[in-house]
Nanobody
Framework: QVQLVESGGGVVQPGGSLRLSCAASGFTFSSYAMSWYRQAPGKERELVAAISAGGILNIADSMKGRFTISRDSAKNTVYLQMNSLKPEDTAVYYC???????????WGQGTQVTVSS
């Protein structure tokens, strides 16, 4: 049974940091590209950052320099480090796993991030 379990969300003040984690199970983690998406109220889900099975990073332009993604194959976990958070970063953040050529993909349940003073 495939599971993606996100954690680490919460409420943080502007300028603060959070690290999200996504623990994966039920598939061959090392063979999948992993990514983080987010969805704010009334907006479409958007890509935040992705990391390929080989470790190649892709960070959305608006988040470059503030967010970074990493993966630990020993722990089957992908991380999203978020620094210098802004109120517009408030959203539900989702973890996604995608097999080569996009044949299979899985989503986590999401974790809420709220940036507010």
């Amino acid at each position: 049974q495939v599971q993606l379990v996100e954690s680490g969300g919460g409420v943080v003040q502007p300028g603060g940091s959070l690290r999200l984690s996504c623990a994966a199970s039920g598939f061959t983690f090392s063979s999948y590209a992993m990514s983080w998406y987010r969805q704010a109220p009334g907006k479409e889900r958007e890509l935040v950052a992705a990391i390929s099975a080989g470790g190649i990073l892709n960070i959305a332009d608006s988040m470059k320099g503030r967010f970074t993604i990493s993966r630990d194959s020993a722990k089957n976990t992908v991380y999203l480090q978020m620094n210098s958070l802004k109120p517009e970063d408030t959203a539900v953040y989702y973890c996604k796993a995608e097999s080569r050529y996009g044949i299979r993909h899985y989503w986590g349940q999401g974790t809420q991030v709220t940036v507010s003073s």
